[in-house]
């Protein structure tokens, strides 16, 4: 598929990293309201960090740890439940380092991959 189809729905990990960076996880790691954006087929998440949302009202929680400028957007790492993530949002959205915030993802940029995929 052409680089749109590439990017918004890979068929493997290694097509959806070399088209961007990729947040990676085991399914049964993350929060439970994400398990069910997967497919049934897939053992491990993958979402770009752009399909971060911070949505205060989120069950889902976690603490900014580093936030960088990059240009129009601000990189966010993210701690919570055990787990690391990098999201990007805009300047206006993007809370100070120690504050904590609920997270949901973007559908759109959400896919299930096969356990063991690099």
């Known amino acids: 598929g052409g680089?749109?189809?590439?990017?918004?729905?890979p068929v493997s990990l290694a097509a959806a990293r070399a088209?961007?960076?990729?947040?990676?996880?085991?399914?049964?790691?993350?929060?439970?309201?994400?398990?069910?954006?997967?497919?049934?087929?897939?053992?491990?998440?993958?979402?770009r960090p752009e399909g971060v949302r911070l949505d205060p009202?989120?069950?889902?929680?976690?603490?900014?740890?580093?936030?960088?400028?990059?240009?129009?957007l601000i990189r966010l790492t993210l701690q919570g439940g055990g787990l690391q993530i990098n999201a990007l949002v805009l300047h206006g959205q993007a809370p100070?380092?120690?504050?904590?915030?609920?997270?949901?993802?973007?559908p759109a940029l959400v896919f299930t991959f096969a356990s063991g995929e690099t």
Not at 3 to 9: G, K, L, P, S, T
Not at 57 to 72: D, L
């Open 96 to 106: 100070a380092i120690g504050a904590e915030t609920g997270v949901n993802l973007n």
């Open 19 to 47: 088209l961007g960076s990729v947040n990676v996880f085991a399914l049964s790691d993350l929060p439970e309201s994400w398990q069910t954006l997967a497919s049934c087929s897939g053992t491990q998440l993958g979402f």
């Open 3 to 9: 680089a749109d189809d590439v990017y918004r729905r």
């Open 57 to 72: 009202a989120s069950p889902a929680r976690f603490v900014v740890t580093g936030r960088r400028t990059t240009g129009p």
